[in-house]
């Protein structure tokens, strides 16, 4: 049994690394970290003509119809080299939730749109803290106009158009709102990571379309967060690996006592552990592949079982980075706080690492018990 990438698979990976090298630089992180730019819209716009936005969306709808295996690789370099682009708000959730639950009409005017980078779409479900619940939803939909508040919205200052989750009467239901239109207000947050921006969506009466059946909102936003989440983990297993790959090098340079440092057992230790929690990250990330890419039952479970240590390993092998650089590893001009900021906004993006670790143990409560029925 062959539980790794394709040798296609892996062409696109060195395709896609090569690109990002000379397109991606932590310089270009940089830029956009310390000035009022939302993201990198030249890479954005490459990584449109490499064909990458698309890579999941069938040819009928403007993409290439690789797949979602094809994606996972895409996700692990984004993650690898932190690019400062809107791919997860526009593709893993905007672009899937269409898939997954809109009219032929929806697709056909925004899925092109994206794979081409024309247009940017955003995943507008958050109004409070802890898990996303009926009660939560303040937002309302009445005679097809919108109102009410969503915040934080990850690329929401930058996006063409919303998915928002909102009560219509029969239930949480989502609707699609193009934020161009009439009684739309916005106002940029302040994040520990600026280079994925964060903005607070305001709707006035504005133009809303409904995705899917009313009072399925909460439904299909569980199935497309949940395949969202996956490939958000392979963006943090890549984050992972490029953090581990920084501490080791400069273990290996750093000289202290005529010794590198990475011949002291305690930095020998701590790249150990880093190397074993990444590599149980990439575990669980490839049985979440498989999940995805076969819309496995499982899927819900291996959703979790990502979410939980892909989120576990991108942080604690960004903070040990910065430990193995010791003094260093804390100023504005080594790149190591790139990456531990990242972490912590990933560590948030779908809802945080509590929320998931609950939904985890009921997810497999509930399959043992149906296992045992």
């Known amino acids: 049994m062959n539980l ?3 040798a ?22 940089r830029k956009v970290l310390e000035t009022d730019a939302q993201y990198d819209g030249d890479l954005y716009a490459g990584l449109a003509e490499l064909g990458v936005l698309g890579a999941a969306i069938p040819e009928e709808y403007g993409g290439v119809g690789l797949g979602h295996l094809e994606l996972c690789v895409v996700a692990e370099e984004l993650g690898r080299v932190l690019a400062p682009v809107p791919v997860a708000s526009s593709v893993y959730l905007a672009a899937e939730c269409l898939l997954q639950a809109g009219t032929e009409e929806q697709k056909a005017r925004w899925l092109p749109k994206i794979a081409a980078g024309e247009a940017i779409g955003c995943w507008a479900i958050n109004e409070a803290t802890g898990r996303m619940r009926p009660e939560k939803v303040g937002a309302t939909v009445e005679g097809g106009k919108l109102t009410g508040t969503k915040s934080p919205v990850a690329d929401g200052a930058i996006a063409d158009f919303a998915i928002v989750l909102a009560n219509d009467g029969d239930g949480p239901s989502l609707y699609l709102v193009d934020l ?3 009684g739309v207000s916005r106002e940029v947050l302040s994040t520990i990571d600026p280079t994925r ?3 607070r969506l305001a709707f006035d009466g504005a133009p809303a379309t409904l995705i899917g059946g009313a009072g399925d909102g909460r439904h299909i936003a569980t199935q497309v967060m949940d395949r969202a989440a996956i490939l958000i983990g392979f963006e943090q297993l890549g984050g992972a690996d490029r953090a581990l790959e920084m501490a080791r090098d400069y273990a ?10 990475g011949s002291f057992q305690a ?9 074993v929690s990444a590599t149980l990250a ?9 999940a995805l890419a076969t819309s496995a039952a499982e899927l819900p479970i291996a959703a979790a079982t990502v979410r939980v240590s892909a989120t576990n390993a991108f942080q604690h092998c960004a903070k040990n980075n910065i430990q193995t650089h010791g003094g260093m590893g804390f100023t504005w001009e080594f790149d190591c706080h790139l990456y531990y900021r990242r972490s912590n906004a990933l560590a948030l993006a779908l809802g945080s690492l509590s929320t998931w670790e609950s939904l985890l143990i009921e997810r497999m409560s ?7 029925a």
């Open 8 to 29: 296609e698979q892996n062409e696109l990976r060195q395709q896609v690394r090569r690109f990002l090298a000379d397109r991606c630089p932590a310089s270009a992180v």
């Open 197 to 199: 921006g964060q903005a």
């Open 4 to 6: 790794d990438f394709s």
């Open 252 to 261: 290996l340079e750093r000289m202290a006592f005529g010794r590198q440092i």
């Open 267 to 275: 930095i020998k230790h701590m790249l150990a552990d880093m190397y």
């Open 282 to 290: 990439r575990s669980n990330c490839y049985y979440g592949a498989w």
């Open 180 to 182: 161009t239109s009439d």
């Open 366 to 372: 509930a399959g043992n018990l149906e296992a045992a």
